[in-house]
C-alpha cells in the first residue's frame, strides 16, 4: 500500500513540472475557479497515473497515452492548436525520459547502493523527478515571458543552485539507503526527500510571483510617466491656446490705438508705438509651424525652455499634417527625448547647441534628436541611463516607453555617441493610404 501510496505522489510533482513547461509558452485564456482548477489537475493525476499502472509493462503504448493526455489536457487548458499542444506533449515527454535516463546515469555512475527495499527506488524516482523540474526551469529561464523578465538573470542562477542542491541530497540519500533497518526509516528518507522537491516548486511558484508583482510596480510607474508628460503636454497645450486669445485681444486694442494715431496724424508717436509693439508682438508668436497641435504644442514649449536654460536649439521640420501616429505616442517620443537632450545640455561647460529633426521621408517619419553632452554616460546592462539625480527609481523607464511605442509602430531606432555629441534616431513607417488622399 505504501508502495503505491508514493508512486502517486511524485505524479503531482511532474503534473506541475508539465504545467510549468507549458506556461512558458502558452498563455492561458480560460478563467477556471481555484476549485475547479485543484479538480482538474487532480483528475489529470489520477488518470497518468491509472495508465502508468495499467500499462506498466508496455512502454511505448503508455507513452503514446500519456502523450495523448497530455496534449489534449493542453488543447482543452490554454486553447492552442492540436499540433501546437502535441508538439509540446511530445517535447515534455521527451524531457521525462530523459531525466529517467540521466538519474539512471548518476544511479550507474555515481551512486552504490543495493535497492533491496522500495525506499531506495521510490528516492531515485524522486530524484528524476528533481532532474526533470532542473530541466524546465532551466528552459523557462531561456524562454521567458512577460512575467518574468523583470527577474534578473542572477536571481533565476541563484534559484537554480537549490534544485542542484537538492538532486545531491537526494543522491546521497539513495547512496546511504542501505542503512535503514526499518520500515519508518525508510519513511523518513523518502518524506526528507519529497519534501526538498515539493519546496523546489513552491519557491518557484513563490518567485514568479515577486516577479510578478515587480512587473505591475513598474507598469504602474510606467503609466504615471505617461501622465505625467501628458498632463504636462495639455497644460502646455492650455497655456498656448490662452497666449493666443490673449495676444488676439491685445491685437484689437492695438489696432484700434493705430487706428487714432493715423486719425489724429501723429505719425511720429505712431511710429513709435509701432516699434515697441513689433517687439512685443515677436515674442510672443509661436516660432515652429508644423500644421500639427500637439507637435508644435511641443517643440514651442521645448525651444522656450531650452532658451531660458542658454541652449541653442536648431529645428529641420517639415509638413506634419498627415502623421499617421496617435498624438500621445508622438508626445511620448519628442517629450523624452528633448527633455534629456536639455537635461543633457545642462551639464555642458561649453557648447550647448540641439539640432532636431523631424521630417516625412518616402513615407516615413524620421526623427533625429542630436546634442551635446558633458562627456559622461551611465550604462545599465548595456543599455543606456539617464544621470538625473531625481526619481531614480524610474530611471531608464523613458527610454523603454520610446523604444516600445517604436516596436508597437514596426519602426527602428539607433543610439550612438561621439565624443561630443549624443544621437537618438528613429524612423517610423506611416500609412501611404492618408498622402495619397491628399495628393489626389
Known sequence: MLEYIQGYSVIPIEILCCKIFFETFCKNKRKIKFLSNILFWGALCSLIYFFAILLNDFFIIKEICVINIIA???RY???????RSYSLAIIFQSLVLFADYVTATIDRSVLTYEPETGTGQALVILLSKTVLFLLVVFIRTLFKNQQLEYLEDIGWLKFLFFPMFTICIIAALISNSYFIENERQGQLFWMLAFGMTGLNIYLFYFIQDTAKRERMVQEK???EIEADNQLK??????????EQQKISHEYQNQLMCIQVLIQREEYKKLKEYIEEITGSVLQNLDYINTNNIIINAILNEKYKQAQEKGIAIVFKISDLTYISMKDQDVAL?????????IEACQKCKNKKIIKCKLVLENNNMIISVRNTYDGNIRFVDGNYLTTKKQD????????????????????IYSIRHTEKEFIFS?????????YSAEKG
Open 72 to 74: 489534449l489536457m493542453a
Open 77 to 83: 487548458y490554454w486553447k492552442i492548436t492540436y499540433i
Open 221 to 223: 510607474r510606467i503609466f
Open 233 to 242: 503636454l495639455y497644460e502646455s497645450i492650455s497655456a498656448s491656446v490662452e
Open 333 to 341: 517620443l519628442l517629450s523624452n527625448l528633448l527633455n534629456n537632450a
Open 392 to 411: 531614480t527609481s524610474k530611471h531608464g523607464l523613458g527610454m523603454k516607453n520610446m523604444i516600445q511605442v517604436i516596436d508597437n509602430y514596426g519602426g
Open 426 to 434: 528613429i524612423i517610423i513607417p506611416q500609412e501611404k493610404r492618408k
